[in-house]
């Protein structure tokens, strides 16, 4: 099982999956990293995708069209840097980037290296025997009893030894982890669909239920949207692209759900632009009053030319 050395670089594996940070030409497919020239440096853009630039496996067909404009087609006549930061999980980088690509029809729009992750590296363990230093929640599981059960069984385990029973203090024997916390989440379902978060309130509710009112609370480390670490993550992504701190340049996130994409942007001083296509709309309005994004609009489209109106403004 894990160790510490092990832990710490799935950690950082957990920031890193959930950051497409190349911005390619759709024409040339060459990086634009490699041609400061041609960039804006005044703004960078922060898509969500699920919600945003698709719906389960659809495009939201204003999609392309808000690329190109961030592509050049634009009245600064300049590319306008973008990244993704999604709360979606179970898939490397490059396997999520390749998804989105083909079902937006973007050809090298989004690309990432492969994270160095061996799924068939190492062998069968007896794991009623094996000490377990960390729970870490990568996605949103298929089998919410079964995952319940186990995970519960390593928390309360003596020394994070599953075949040594129940830890009789109460205490939570192992850290635990999880990559994201949308309660809810968009896909081409009419409804939205439970996410990890939902998960993990039902982990919390059966960890409260059996140790009591007086009971140890359930601890547990947060990555994801609306969390700063993520945005802290990004931003330097994003400073990257141009070899600098960032200073006086303006980030727009682009998101469907307020309480992640919205929040989140929010809290770290972005601004922010909220869509209608995925978890928000005017149905739902009403749930989300405590929200504050600097502008609604209707879709991806329409959220980029909004940015780039911004923009012209400032430097005209």
Not at 159 to 188: A, H, R
Request: some cysteine.
């Amino acid at each position: 099982m894990l160790g510490i050395k092990q832990t710490k670089e799935l950690i950082a594996g957990v920031l890193r999956s959930q950051i497409t940070h190349r911005c390619y030409s759709i024409e040339t497919g060459k990086s634009l990293s490699s041609t400061p020239s041609s960039l804006y440096s005044g703004a960078a853009v922060v898509f969500d995708i699920d919600g945003v630039l698709i719906r389960g496996k659809n495009a939201i067909p204003q999609a392309v069209k808000a690329l190109r404009i961030l592509d050049g087609e634009n009245k600064l006549n300049k590319k306008i840097p973008f990244v993704t930061l999604t709360n979606g999980g179970g898939v490397t980088e490059a396997e999520k980037a390749a998804a989105v690509s083909k079902i937006i029809d973007y050809p090298d729009g989004l690309d990432k290296d492969d994270l160095p992750v061996d799924p068939n590296d190492g062998s069968m363990s007896d794991f009623n025997k094996e000490k377990i230093h960390a729970v870490m929640v990568f996605h949103d599981p298929r089998d919410y009893g079964r995952d319940l059960q186990i995970i519960y069984d390593v928390l309360k385990s003596k020394d994070g030894v599953i075949g040594n029973g129940y830890e009789n203090s109460g205490k939570q024997s192992v850290p635990l982890y999880f990559s994201n916390s949308d309660l809810i989440w968009s896909t081409d379902f009419v409804s939205p669909r439970f996410g990890q978060g939902a998960f993990r309130a039902c982990l919390e509710t059966l960890w409260d239920k059996t140790n009591g009112d007086g009971g140890n609370k359930l601890e547990r480390i947060l990555y994801g949207k609306p969390f700063k670490v993520q945005y802290e993550y990004t931003e330097n992504c994003i400073n990257s692209i141009f070899n600098d701190n960032g200073n006086g340049r303006n980030v727009y996130a682009i998101g469907d759900n307020p309480l992640s994409d919205i929040d989140g942007a929010h809290n770290y001083g972005w601004k922010s632009v909220l869509v209608r296509t995925g978890v928000y709309s005017d149905q739902t309005k009403h749930k989300y009053l405590n929200s504050n994004p600097t502008a609604i609009v209707d879709d991806v489209e329409q959220a980029v030319q909004w940015i780039v109106d911004q923009e012209v403004s400032r430097v005209d």
